[in-house]
């Protein structure tokens, strides 16, 4: 188990563009979010087993394995309360289909950034299973 902060979220934002990765991080950090990155698909379930995130933030498109398939394979090993998050560039009708076939607890376009994206995290997190925000 990690060791967080109180009142700390911990969120693992898994994407293989490491620019995105960065940004992430330097967005949510300085706001009460502990954040771990990981730039692949492959090994996300022992991530999430090991690091016991609230919420996942999960880019769908990946070479080998896609988000929405990560997501059911992450999820057995997740604690209860995990929340999975798809994050992509892509068109939100197609971002929205995949969320809900995949189980996911949401979804976000890339163009949220900053407060906006603080704010949507911090909804999906306070609510249950939430198709979109």
Do not use: C, W
Not at 14 to 35: A, K, M, Y
């Amino acid at each position: 188990m990690v060791d967080a902060a109180p009142n700390k979220v911990r969120v693992l934002v898994v994407d293989d563009d490491p620019d995105q990765l960065d940004l992430v991080r330097r967005t949510l950090s300085p706001h009460g979010f502990e954040v771990q990155t990981h730039n692949s698909a492959l090994g996300v379930s022992n991530l999430v087993r090991s690091g016991e995130p609230d919420l996942v933030l999960l880019d769908v498109n990946f070479p080998a394995l896609k988000g929405d398939q990560v997501v059911s394979l992450a999820r057995r090993y997740a604690p209860q309360g995990t929340k999975f998050v798809l994050y992509s560039a892509s068109d939100e009708a197609r971002l929205r289909s995949l969320a809900l076939a995949a189980g996911a607890d949401g979804y976000l376009s890339k163009s949220v950034q900053g407060a906006d994206l603080i704010r949507k995290l911090t909804a999906i997190r306070n609510q249950g299973r939430t198709k979109a925000v």
